[in-house]
């Protein structure tokens, strides 16, 4: 029988796959830290504490590096007046460059100028490659008109931010399984071959054999 109260291995994995999100302590220490900023400015536009759950419910979702990354940013620009939830929200968002990856108009470019031959180009970052694939690569090559080419921008930033997100909270660019999974060249080639030979009565393990074979086709 098992013990309820403990968690099987099962649940525990389950548990550290699941995103960290905002926790009431964390915004009541963002409350104190904005109060020290602020002081009755904050106070006056937003209380002691988040009494209405609005800053909970606004940034639910963030993971705590997101709410360091606000915090920064708030004291950085040196604004006269407290932002509201929605403001500070914008403030957690992480901008390419400051993960170190290229900034979002030169990895567009990039995923652009390199969209016919994606495998062959030494990207800057795996990142710009993740979105470009996302984008489509047919569609980056192919957009003409201004509506495809917005959509397509589109898709590739939101991909593109998200992998940003993900370098923030310090997960993988690509799952496992996707890793396990990618795409190889030369295995591809050399399935290929294997195959092409197999069609044409040629034993690719029987070299001599094969040899000869292919001689007689030139």
Known sequence: MINSSKPTQNTTQQNKRQPQGTTPKQIA??????????????????????????WLDTLIDLHPNQLELGIRRVKREGNDWPPSAPEFRRFC?????????PEMAKAWQEANDHAGSP???????????????AAGWHELRSAGS????????????????ALTNRVLKGEPLEEQLAIEHRFDPAIYSSQLQRETMSNQGIDALDGQGARAKLKGMF
């Not at 030494?122 to 993740?130: D, I, T």
């Not at 509506?147 to 931010?161: L, M, S, T």
């Open 119 to 133: 495998n062959h180009h030494p990207w800057s970052h795996r990142a710009v490659y993740l979105a470009g694939r």
């Open 29 to 54: 220490d963002l409350f104190g830290t904005m109060i020290g900023l602020y002081g009755a400015k904050w106070t006056r536009e937003h209380g002691l504490a988040d009494r209405t759950g609005q």
């Open 146 to 161: 201004p509506q495809e080419c917005r959509d397509v921008k589109v898709k590739f930033a939101n991909a593109y931010q």
């Open 93 to 101: 968002q992480p901008k390419p460059e400051d993960m170190g990856l």
